[in-house]
């Protein structure tokens, strides 16, 4: 089996997003092109509601379950409303009143179909279309040569809700069906309407952002090893520990950063000047800060040792952070023993999620922890932590097409 570990979630932030209560979305992502209507996502009644995927049967698409059922309908808004934002699943039918928009219904096909290819670029499964192929608003704003057949995923989902078309002369030799081309209105006149066709752009090169990664060293913070754990209520964990836990944002340059323009993940504060995450949130960004989601303060922090290979980085502030409170050793780790993610799926800030430790594995020379805890963009650089509160791993990537193979570094390792 091959690991597909996450790009980091690119998105556009408005300053800096709008940071709500627990598994409330950042209400300035930005959206695509939208229709007429409003939607009401319900409550989050389901029990497979923050799973990562969309269970109510009113919506389809690639962020949509593979079985959906009558009882879950209107009872998984926080998954259906990331996905919905981030462009992998829209409305069947008409949309009940109040809300947000509902997506545009897919343009009719015609003959003719299209490739979408594989999904090798960097920023595969990030909402955006990075193929130069395509044009529209559900693409990203650079398109470069080495995307081209590389984000099917965010192509496919973006085409299939209208936000994308073919550009003019591009070959499409098998996949699925084309969008239609609509002849021009008049005399010397373009189509009109979100099935127009525009005319074709000429890529933008991207800033060459050349990543000066610093060697890797060790954390030499005590780690606080946790020793008798004492099993708290799930609510109680989540207050013990979700105040380590940090919005961290990452940009090529200071003015992208403060213009909101990025990656998106998460950091967990070890030491009152310490916090881990994963080197792949912040490659190619160096400049970051994390958001104190409690008080709403960004705090300047700097990239102080990175392992790219093992996608372990620690990160160094002058400010004060709240730390978590102990250390779980990968030798203390137990299968089948609870744990719980926190982190930013999707953007959702700051959701908490239950799982079981499904296995504890080498690879590559450290220790990795399998969970069935729910791990989705937005996640990487999160917290795994036990019953106690305690941190057992900083979650990263899980297998693609598979069903609750997630996986997080041990918290450990950062200590080897």
Not at 21 to 29: E, G, P, Q
Not at 150 to 171: H, K, N, T
Not at 338 to 353: D, H, M, Q
Request: glycine share 8%.
């Amino acid at each position: 089996m091959t690991l597909c570990r996450f790009a980091s979630h690119k998105v556009q932030v408005l300053s800096r997003p709008m940071l709500l209560s627990v598994s409330v979305l950042a209400a300035t992502w930005a959206l695509p092109v939208l229709a007429q209507g409003y939607l009401d996502f319900g409550a989050n009644a389901s029990r497979w509601a923050y799973d990562g995927e969309c269970d109510d049967p009113r919506f389809a698409g690639p962020g949509a379950a593979d079985v959906l059922v009558q009882e879950d309908l209107m009872a998984d808004a926080a998954d259906c409303e990331a996905a919905f934002r981030m462009g992998s699943v829209w409305l069947q039918t008409g949309g009940a009143p109040s809300k947000m928009p509902s997506a545009p219904q897919p343009v009719a096909p015609r003959p003719g179909v299209i490739d979408f290819g594989f999904n090798t670029s960097r920023w595969a499964y990030d909402g955006e279309c990075d193929d130069p192929r395509f044009a529209g608003p559900g693409a990203a704003d650079v398109l470069v040569p080495e995307d081209y057949m590389a984000d099917a995923a965010d192509c496919e989902a973006a085409f299939r809700m209208g936000s994308v078309w073919l550009q003019e002369g591009v070959p499409g030799p098998i996949g699925m069906p084309i969008a239609p081309k609509l002849p021009p209105s008049g005399p010397g006149m373009t189509p009109q309407g979100p099935e127009a066709e525009p005319p074709p752009q000429e890529p933008a090169e991207p800033p060459v952002v050349s990543m000066d990664w610093p060697a890797w060293a060790p954390a030499t913070t005590d780690r606080n090893e946790a020793e008798s754990a004492i099993a708290m209520e799930p609510q109680e964990v989540f207050a013990a520990t979700e105040g380590s836990i940090y919005l961290l944002l990452a940009a090529a340059t200071p003015e992208e950063l403060a213009a909101g323009e990025g990656s998106l993940g998460s950091a967990v504060a070890i030491s009152k000047h310490l916090a881990l995450t994963n080197c792949h949130v912040v490659e190619g960004a160096p400049s970051m800060t994390l958001v104190d989601e409690t008080s709403d303060e960004e705090i300047a922090v700097e990239l102080l040792s990175a392992d790219p290979e093992t996608d372990r980085c620690i990160l160094r502030t002058d400010a004060w952070l709240r730390p978590i409170k102990a250390i779980r050793p990968a030798d203390s780790l137990t299968v089948g023993e609870r744990v719980y993610s926190i982190g930013n799926p999707s953007g959702l800030s700051k959701t908490f999620a239950e799982g079981l430790i499904s296995g504890v594995r080498e690879d590559g020379g450290i220790t990795l922890v399998q969970t069935s805890a729910p791990i989705s963009p937005g996640s990487s650089g999160g917290a795994l932590v036990d019953a106690s509160g305690a941190l057992v791993g900083i979650t990263t990537f899980l297998l693609r097409d598979t069903q609750n193979l997630n996986f997080a570094i041990s918290a450990s390792a950062f200590w080897e």
